[in-house]
Each structure stands twice: as structure tokens, then as C-alpha cells.
């Protein structure tokens, strides 16, 4: 015997195959922004970050023409802006060109502000990635 569902259902349930399928084995969401000619987008690993566990923050960095953005000076800030926080600047080291990653904690849960600024040959590029910790 063949059960058969109402066609209402029967969507219902391919849409949610659907959602489920597309919530697993993806990578980590990107944040991407530009400014000063500069794009930077930066992912987390693990997304969204684990409080007191490493994250990875990898930046990647282009210039207007799309390009590799080598050699640059960058800082990383975390701050909590409902909160007063110790100090929270990892250091980012280029790992090819224009990619530079850092390892940093959050040390609680909560919202969390990370102020990239970079410097390359002219004025200060800043961006600023707004996340949320478990």
C-alpha cells in the first residue's frame, strides 16, 4: 500500500529537503566590504565563533582592479560595543597574497565588533564586521 500526501504537503516537504540540504557542508558565511579602493572579506572558522575556543580569521584583500592586495600593514580590534573588554588585537600575518589570517578568541558570548584597519601605500582603508558569538 502506497501512502500518498496532499500536494500542500507534499511541497511543504520538498521545500524543507530543500532548507536542510542547503544548511549542511556549506563553508562558513563571508563578510565583504569596500572602501578606499580596498575590498576585504572575511570569514570565520568555526562561523559564528565559540567563546573561549580559537577562531580563525582569515581577511582576504583586493584592490579596485581586483587584485591581490600584497604586503599590506593590517590590524585587527575586537571589541564587545555593549561592554567595556580587555584589549583584543590578534596579529594577522599574510599566508599567500593578499590573504591574512589571525587566530583570535572571543571570550564570551554576545555581540562583537571586528575593526580591521589596512594600510597600504596611502591613507588608512577601515572596515568594521559586526557578528555574535554562541
Known amino acids: ?5 496532499p500536494f500542500r504537503y507534499r511541497i511543504g516537504f520538498a521545500a524543507l529537503v530543500l532548507l536542510l540540504a542547503a544548511c549542511g557542508g556549506q563553508s562558513p558565511p563571508e563578510l565583504t566590504q569596500t572602501t578606499n579602493g580596498i575590498t576585504a572579506t572575511l570569514a570565520l572558522t568555526p562561523d559564528p565563533p565559540v567563546p573561549m575556543d580559537t577562531t580563525t580569521l582569515t581577511l582576504t584583500l583586493e584592490d579596485a582592479d581586483g587584485q591581490p592586495l600584497t604586503a599590506a600593514d593590517v590590524a585587527l580590534d575586537l571589541t564587545m560595543p555593549a561592554m567595556p573588554m580587555p584589549v583584543n588585537r590578534p596579529t594577522a ?4 597574497d593578499g590573504v591574512y589570517e589571525a587566530e583570535a578568541i572571543f571570550t564570551m558570548a554576545g555581540a562583537w565588533r571586528i575593526q580591521v584597519d589596512v594600510t597600504h601605500g596611502g591613507p588608512t582603508a577601515t572596515f568594521t564586521f559586526d557578528l555574535k558569538t554562541k
Open 93 to 96: 600575518t599574510e599566508t599567500e
Open 1 to 5: 500500500m502506497r501512502l500518498r500526501l
